[in-house]
């Protein structure tokens, strides 16, 4: 099994900054994408950004530019650093982790509240 726990959500006016955090736990394999995704009222869940075991990111088009996501291996731990946020970044944020080599093994976190507002 294995447990994913998001942190750092919360309030911010636009053009602030926020970082979330997301602990793994559990049985981690070798080879793995882990990713932050977001859920708005209403709209379908969506990739924020995501990174390989190897180091390698990826990222929406909306976010390029002002997030940065990032991982500390000894510690488990995902990072999402949000910048010049946008009323439009108001979401769910949920961290996820899936391996590259198995097909059954994705994870979800329960989720973090951002909301973006003056």
């Known amino acids: 099994q294995v447990h994913l726990v998001e942190s750092g959500g919360g309030l911010v006016q636009p053009g602030g900054p926020l970082s979330l955090s997301c602990v793994v736990s559990g049985n981690i394999v070798s080879h793995y994408v882990m990713g932050w995704y977001r859920q708005a009222p209403g709209k379908e869940r969506e990739l924020v950004a995501t990174?390989?075991?190897?180091?390698?990111?990826n990222y929406a088009d909306s976010v390029k530019g002002r997030f940065t996501i990032s991982r500390d291996s000894a510690k488990n731990t995902v990072y999402l650093q949000m910048n010049s946020l946008k009323p439009e970044d108001t979401a769910v944020y949920y961290c996820?982790?899936?391996?590259?080599?198995?097909?059954?093994?994705?994870?979800w976190g329960q989720g973090t509240q951002v909301t973006v507002s003056s």
């Open positions: 990174i390989t075991s190897g180091g390698l990111t």
């Open positions: 996820n982790v899936r391996s590259i080599v198995i097909p059954n093994y994705v994870y």
